[in-house]
C-alpha cells in the first residue's frame, strides 16, 4: 500500500521537529502577560464605550427600554422604508407590536435565499457585544436565528440588553461562547478597504447596521 | 508545483521595470502610506501591544513545534462535528482533491472567498482545466480577475489600481462573467462596490459549492475562522450547499482561548480597524443552518520543509496581516508582481524561497529584494525577524547548505552566480584572522586612500556600486591612532 499524504506529512513533520523535545504540549505554559480588559470601567461606561465604537463604524445606535422598545423598532422600519421582515422564531411577538402595515415573515428554516433577497430587514437580538472593539457577536440561538436571516436582507435591526449582554473585551466575550455554533460577529455594517486601502462602507452583507441598546434601569 | 516558473524574471530585473511606471508608484505610495498611518493608529490604542504580540508568537511557536499532534487532534474535532478531513502533501494533490470533490456534486461552477492557499496552488487555472468555473467574490480579487490580472498584495491583491482604473476594468469586462456594471458607473468607491454588489448577488444565490481558505483552525474544538469586511465570505460560507476549505498546515491554533490574542492583532495589523466588520467561526456542519457537507483539505506544500529550517521556521507563525508589505520601501516602489510569486513583499521573500527551494533564478533573488531595515520586524503582529530569515537565506544561497526538500534532507551546492561575492568573502575572513596580513592591508589602502575611485571596476563589483558610494576611508586607521594617542595627547595644547 502506498503512503498516504497524511502520514507522509505528519512523518515530515516529526522529522522537521526532531530539534524539539517529544512531550505532551500544554497550551497553558503559553505566556499570556497582556491585559484581559484594558480600562476598569462601571456598566455604563462600558455601554458607552460599545455606542461610540458602534456608531465609529457606521452603525446607527439607538437608546430605549423595553416598554418603549416596540415603539422604536416601528419607527426604524418605517424611516428605512421596509415593505417585509423577517423574525426568527424566538424574537418575543411584542416586539413587534407597534408595527403595523409591514409584512413579517415568521422564520421556520423553510425561506430560501431568494425570499429573503425580496425581503428588506432582519430583526433579532445576539449573544453578547464587546464594548472595546464595537463587536456584536450571533450565535445562532433561537432570538437570532439561522445565518442567513441576518446576512441577506440590506438592513438589520440587532437588539442588545445592557449591561448584561455588554463585556468589556475579547478576553473577556471568548468565555461566553460555544464554537460548536456558528458564530457571526459583526463591527460596524459591510464594508471594504480594497479600493486605495480606504474603507468605504455597503457591499455584501446587511448595508444598514441599526443598534438598539435597551436600558432598563435608566434614572 | 508551484505558481513560480522558470521563465519568470528575477526580482531585479522585474523591478527595473515596475519602479519605471509611475502610475503604479503613485497607486502604491498613496495606498501604502494611509494604511501606515492607520495601522499605527489602531496599535496605539493597544497599551499591551507588545504583551499581545510576545504571546502572538508564543502561541505559533508552540503549536509549530508540536504541529503533529494539534494536527491530529485537529481532524478528530472537525471529523467529530461532521467534517472531512483530506490532507494534500503538495499544490496539485490540493488541486486535484477539490476537482475531484466538486465533480462528485455534480457542479461546473463555484464561487470563492479570498485565499492565498489557493493563489498558492493555482487552483483557479486547475478548475479552469476541469471545466469549471470559479468566480472570485472578494472586490479586490474580482478586480483582478475581471482584468486577467495578477493579485500583487495579500489584503488588497488590486492595490496597484487606483479607482478609475476599477471602474474602466468594470465597464469593459463585467459583462463578459454576468450582470455588466451600470453605463453611469463613475469611480467614487461606493458606487464601484455598489456595481459589485449587484454583480456577485445572483451567484451568490444560484452557486451550491463555496471555497475558501480560514484564518485560523483550533484543534481542540475544530472550528475554522475566517475574518473579512465586505460579507463575501459570509455569503460563501452561509449560502452553499457544499463548503470546501483549503488551509496551510500553518494556521492551527491549539484553543479557542488563543483567538482572544488574534483577533486583536490581526484586524488592526492587516485593514487598521479595531475589529474587522465580519467574523466567521464554525466547527464541521450545523444541521438546518449553512452548508450541509464540509471538507477541509489540509495542504502541506513545502510547509514542513520550512519547518525543517530552524531559523527560517518561524515565516510559518505568519498570520497574512500584509503589514510589512506596507511598511517595506523596496515593496512601496517595485510593487507586488515584481516578487512573482503570490506571497509578495518581505513575508514573501522568506516564504517562498523556503515553500519552494532557490533552485529557480527568481526564487534565488527574492532574499535580495531587501534594504534589512527591519521596519517589517517592527511591524509584524506575530515578531517574525524577516532580516534574519533574509540573511540565513542569503547566506544558503551563497554558500550552500543542508536544507529539506519534499521531506528529504539534502544539501545544496552554492550558487554559480555568486562567485565574486564568496571569493570577496573567503579573502577577507583569511585577512581578519591573520593580524599582520590585516595590518598591511589596512596601511596600503589609508596610504592610497586619494587614489580610490568612487567606483568600482569589473562586472560584478560595478553593478555592486552603482547604486551605492564606497564609503571614504579614513586618513589613518584605528590601530594607528591608538598607538600613538599618547604621543598625539602631549602634542595637542592644553
Known amino acids: 500500500m502506498t503512503t498516504t499524504s497524511r502520514d507522509e506529512i505528519l512523518r515530515r513533520v516529526r522529522q522537521a521537529l526532531g530539534d524539539q523535545p517529544g512531550t505532551t504540549p500544554d497550551p497553558t505554559t503559553i505566556p499570556r502577560t497582556y491585559q484581559t480588559t484594558h480600562a476598569t470601567r462601571t456598566p455604563e461606561q462600558r455601554t458607552h464605550l460599545l455606542a461610540d465604537n458602534l456608531t465609529d463604524y457606521r452603525a446607527h445606535v439607538h437608546h430605549t427600554d423595553t416598554t418603549a422598545l416596540p415603539t422604536t423598532i416601528a419607527r426604524l422600519l418605517t424611516d428605512h422604508g421596509t415593505r417585509s421582515a423577517v423574525i426568527p422564531p424566538g424574537v418575543p411577538?411584542?416586539?413587534?407590536?407597534?408595527?403595523?402595515?409591514?409584512?413579517?415573515?415568521?422564520?421556520?428554516?423553510?425561506?430560501?435565499?431568494?425570499?429573503?433577497?425580496?425581503?428588506?430587514?432582519?430583526?433579532?437580538?445576539?449573544?453578547?457585544?464587546?464594548?472595546?472593539?464595537?463587536?456584536?457577536?450571533?450565535?445562532?440561538?433561537?432570538?437570532?436565528?439561522?445565518?442567513?436571516?441576518?446576512?441577506?436582507?440590506?438592513?438589520?435591526?440587532?437588539?442588545?440588553?445592557?449591561?448584561?449582554?455588554?463585556?468589556?473585551?475579547?478576553?473577556?466575550?471568548?468565555?461566553?461562547?460555544?464554537?460548536?455554533?456558528?458564530?457571526?460577529?459583526?463591527?460596524?455594517?459591510?464594508?471594504?478597504?480594497?479600493?486605495?486601502?480606504?474603507?468605504?462602507?455597503?457591499?455584501?452583507?446587511?448595508?444598514?447596521?441599526?443598534?438598539?441598546?435597551?436600558?432598563?434601569?435608566?434614572? | 508545483m508551484s505558481r513560480t516558473h522558470l521563465g519568470l524574471p528575477t526580482f531585479p530585473q522585474a523591478a527595473r521595470l515596475s519602479t519605471r511606471d509611475e502610475q503604479l508608484r503613485a497607486n502604491l505610495r498613496h495606498a501604502t502610506s494611509t494604511?501606515?498611518?492607520?495601522?499605527?493608529?489602531?496599535?496605539?490604542?493597544?497599551?499591551?501591544?507588545?504583551?499581545?504580540?510576545?504571546?502572538?508568537?508564543?502561541?505559533?511557536?508552540?503549536?509549530?513545534h508540536h504541529l503533529d499532534h494539534y494536527l491530529e487532534q485537529l481532524e478528530t474535532a472537525v471529523t467529530t462535528a461532521g467534517g472531512t478531513v483530506h490532507w494534500a502533501i503538495d499544490a496539485d494533490d490540493a488541486n486535484r482533491i477539490i476537482t475531484?470533490?466538486?465533480?462528485?456534486?455534480?457542479?461546473?461552477?463555484?464561487?470563492?472567498?479570498?485565499?492565498?492557499?489557493?493563489?498558492?496552488?493555482?487552483?483557479?487555472?486547475?478548475?479552469?482545466?476541469?471545466?469549471?468555473?470559479?468566480?472570485?467574490?472578494?472586490?479586490?480579487?474580482?478586480?483582478?480577475?475581471?482584468?486577467?490580472?495578477?493579485?500583487?498584495?495579500?489584503?488588497?491583491?488590486?492595490?496597484?489600481?487606483?479607482?478609475?482604473?476599477?471602474?474602466?476594468?468594470?465597464?469593459?469586462?463585467?459583462?463578459?462573467?454576468?450582470?455588466?456594471?451600470?453605463?453611469?458607473?463613475?469611480?467614487?468607491?461606493?458606487?464601484?462596490?455598489?456595481?459589485?454588489?449587484?454583480?456577485?448577488?445572483?451567484?451568490?444565490?444560484?452557486?451550491?459549492?463555496a471555497i475558501s481558505g480560514a484564518n485560523f483552525m483550533i484543534a481542540e474544538t475544530g472550528t475554522m475562522v475566517v475574518l473579512e469586511s465586505e460579507g463575501n465570505g459570509r455569503m460563501c460560507l452561509t449560502l452553499p450547499d457544499t463548503l470546501i476549505t483549503l488551509v496551510g498546515i500553518e494556521k492551527t491554533i491549539p484553543t479557542w482561548r488563543d483567538l482572544e490574542v488574534f483577533l486583536q492583532t490581526l484586524p488592526r495589523s492587516s485593514t487598521a480597524e479595531r475589529m474587522n466588520p465580519y467574523t466567521t467561526t464554525w466547527t464541521g456542519t450545523t444541521l438546518g443552518d449553512g452548508p450541509q457537507t464540509f471538507h477541509l483539505v489540509l495542504l502541506d506544500n513545502g510547509r514542513t520543509d520550512t519547518l525543517a529550517d530552524t531559523t527560517g521556521r518561524q515565516a510559518l507563525r505568519c498570520i497574512r496581516c500584509s503589514a510589512c508589505l506596507n511598511v517595506c520601501p523596496v515593496y512601496e516602489r517595485a510593487g507586488g508582481h515584481a516578487y512573482g510569486t503570490p506571497y509578495p513583499g518581505p513575508i514573501g521573500a522568506i516564504l517562498t524561497p523556503q515553500l519552494h527551494g532557490t533552485t529557480t533564478p527568481l526564487n534565488a533573488s527574492l532574499p535580495y529584494a531587501s534594504t534589512l531595515c527591519g521596519a517589517c520586524y517592527d511591524v509584524c503582529p506575530v515578531a517574525i525577524n524577516i532580516p534574519e530569515v533574509l540573511v540565513h537565506l542569503r547566506e544558503r544561497i551563497t554558500q550552500g547548505g543542508p536544507t529539506t526538500t519534499n521531506g528529504t534532507k539534502t544539501t545544496i551546492k552554492p550558487a554559480k552566480r555568486h562567485t565574486t561575492e564568496r571569493t570577496t568573502m573567503r579573502t577577507a575572513a583569511w585577512t581578519l584572522n591573520h593580524p599582520a596580513a590585516w595590518t598591511a592591508t589596512q596601511r596600503l589602502t589609508t596610504r592610497t586612500r586619494?587614489?580610490?575611485?568612487?567606483?568600482?571596476?569589473?562586472?560584478?563589483?560595478?553593478?555592486?556600486?552603482?547604486?551605492?558610494?564606497?564609503?571614504?576611508?579614513?586618513?589613518?586607521?584605528?590601530?594607528?591612532?591608538?598607538?600613538?594617542?599618547?604621543?598625539?595627547?602631549?602634542?595637542?595644547?592644553q
Open chain 2, 450 to 493: 586619494a587614489l580610490h575611485p568612487r567606483r568600482l571596476p569589473g562586472k560584478t563589483a560595478r553593478a555592486w556600486t552603482a547604486t551605492r558610494d564606497l564609503p571614504p576611508v579614513p586618513a589613518r586607521t584605528f590601530r594607528d591612532w591608538w598607538q600613538h594617542r599618547d604621543a598625539d595627547a602631549k602634542d595637542t595644547p
Open chain 1, 93 to 219: 411577538t411584542d416586539w413587534l407590536s407597534a408595527t403595523t402595515g409591514i409584512h413579517i415573515h415568521h422564520d421556520h428554516g423553510e425561506l430560501t435565499a431568494h425570499q429573503l433577497d425580496t425581503i428588506d430587514t432582519v430583526i433579532t437580538g445576539c449573544a453578547l457585544a464587546i464594548a472595546e472593539t464595537g463587536t456584536i457577536v450571533l450565535d445562532t440561538s433561537p432570538d437570532q436565528g439561522r445565518r442567513i436571516l441576518t446576512l441577506v436582507p440590506d438592513h438589520h435591526i440587532c437588539i442588545i440588553n445592557t449591561p448584561t449582554q455588554v463585556v468589556d473585551s475579547l478576553p473577556q466575550a471568548l468565555p461566553h461562547l460555544d464554537p460548536t455554533h456558528p458564530l457571526t460577529w459583526i463591527s460596524g455594517p459591510s464594508a471594504t478597504s480594497d479600493i486605495e486601502l480606504d474603507r468605504v462602507e455597503g457591499v455584501h452583507g446587511p448595508r444598514t447596521l441599526d443598534v438598539i441598546l435597551i436600558h432598563d434601569n435608566r434614572d
Open chain 2, 100 to 209: 475531484d470533490l466538486i465533480h462528485a456534486t455534480g457542479e461546473s461552477e463555484v464561487v470563492k472567498v479570498k485565499s492565498m492557499a489557493t493563489q498558492e496552488t493555482g487552483l483557479n487555472e486547475a478548475l479552469t482545466q476541469a471545466g469549471i468555473t470559479a468566480y472570485e467574490t472578494d472586490l479586490a480579487e474580482l478586480i483582478v480577475q475581471l482584468d486577467n490580472d495578477r493579485p500583487s498584495h495579500i489584503l488588497v491583491p488590486a492595490i496597484h489600481k487606483n479607482r478609475t482604473q476599477i471602474r474602466d476594468i468594470f465597464h469593459t469586462r463585467m459583462g463578459a462573467w454576468g450582470r455588466p456594471a451600470p453605463d453611469d458607473l463613475t469611480d467614487t468607491p461606493a458606487d464601484l462596490a455598489e456595481a459589485a454588489r449587484l454583480h456577485l448577488r445572483e451567484k451568490f444565490l444560484r452557486t451550491k459549492v
Open chain 2, 35 to 64: 494604511i501606515r498611518t492607520k495601522r499605527a493608529t489602531a496599535t496605539s490604542e493597544l497599551s499591551d501591544w507588545p504583551q499581545l504580540r510576545a504571546a502572538g508568537a508564543a502561541i505559533k511557536d508552540h503549536t509549530l
